[in-house]
C-alpha cells in the first residue's frame, strides 16, 4: 500500500477506511447510525435481497462497513465531489465488494436518476452537512483544516440538506422502509418536526450517543393498512 494512503487509513466499524485529505473523515459518532442500520438489516433479513442507499457517502465508510457486516444487501452510494466519489471507490474496491457496491455522482437523489430505485430501498442512510454556515465562519473554522467546507456546511440553520433528504427519501423507500440520519447535537427537535411536516413517514425515534444526547433520526416510511404507498406532501 502506497505510503500516503496508509497514513489516511482510519478504522470504522472495525473496517479500515482509506480517508484522504480532501474528504470527510469517518468519525466515531458516525457508528451509532453504522449499527443502528446493520441492526435493522439483520432483523429483516428475510426480505431479502435488502437494497441501501448511503446518501452523502464521503469516503465510504458507511457503504463499506454495512456491506461487509451484512452479507447479502446491495448498496448505492452518493455524493457530490470528485475527491469522494473517487475515495469510496477506492474504498469499494480495497475491499472487494465492487459486485455490491455502486457509487454513483450528483446531487443527493439525482445521482440515482436512471438507476429506477424508486419505491424499492429497505433503508436510506446519511450523514449529512450538519454545520451552519456561521458557525463554520466562526467557532467552527477548525474543521476546515484539511477537511472540505461542503462536508460539514449545513446552510444558514445546519438543515438545507436534512430537509431535501427528508422530502426525496420518502420516493425512493419502500413502504415501511426507513430513513437513518445523523445530526448535531440539539437539532433533534427540528429534525423531527422536518419529518412530521413531510408526511411521509409514520414513526419517529432517536437513537442516543453513550451520553444520553440524541444523534441519528429512525423514521419508519408511510404504509397504509393495504401496504399502498401514500404520496408525501411536498
Request: charged share 30%; glycine share 10%.
Amino acid at each position: 500500500m502506497p505510503t500516503g494512503e496508509h497514513r489516511a487509513s482510519l478504522k470504522f466499524m472495525d473496517v479500515d477506511i482509506l480517508a484522504p485529505e480532501d474528504v470527510l473523515k469517518p468519525r466515531a459518532e458516525t457508528e451509532l447510525l453504522g449499527r443502528r442500520a446493520v441492526d435493522y438489516l439483520r432483523e429483516i433479513g428475510a426480505r431479502r435481497p435488502l437494497r441501501v442507499v448511503d446518501m452523502c457517502c464521503g469516503s465510504g465508510n458507511l457503504a463499506v462497513a454495512i456491506a461487509i457486516h451484512v452479507a447479502d444487501c446491495r448498496v448505492w452510494a452518493t455524493d457530490l465531489t470528485n475527491a469522494a466519489v473517487g475515495a469510496a471507490r477506492r474504498n469499494v474496491k480495497r475491499h472487494g465488494l465492487s459486485d455490491r457496491i455502486e457509487v454513483r455522482q450528483g446531487d443527493l437523489f439525482a445521482a440515482l436518476d436512471g438507476d429506477r430505485l424508486q419505491e424499492t430501498i429497505d433503508l436510506v442512510v446519511c450523514n449529512p452537512p450538519y454545520i451552519s454556515a456561521s458557525r463554520l465562519d466562526g467557532p467552527s473554522a477548525h474543521l476546515l483544516r484539511g477537511e472540505p467546507r461542503e462536508a460539514f456546511d449545513g446552510g444558514p440553520f445546519g438543515l438545507s440538506i436534512h430537509q431535501r433528504l427528508i422530502r426525496d427519501a420518502v420516493a425512493f423507500l419502500k413502504p415501511g422502509g426507513f430513513l437513518m440520519c445523523e445530526f448535531g447535537e440539539g437539532q433533534d427537535r427540528q429534525v423531527a418536526s422536518l419529518i412530521g411536516r413531510s408526511k411521509g413517514y409514520q414513526s419517529l425515534e432517536n437513537a442516543v450517543d453513550p451520553r444520553g444526547i440524541p444523534r441519528v433520526a429512525v423514521a419508519r416510511r408511510l404504509e397504509t393498512d393495504d401496504g399502498a404507498m401514500k404520496r408525501p406532501v411536498r
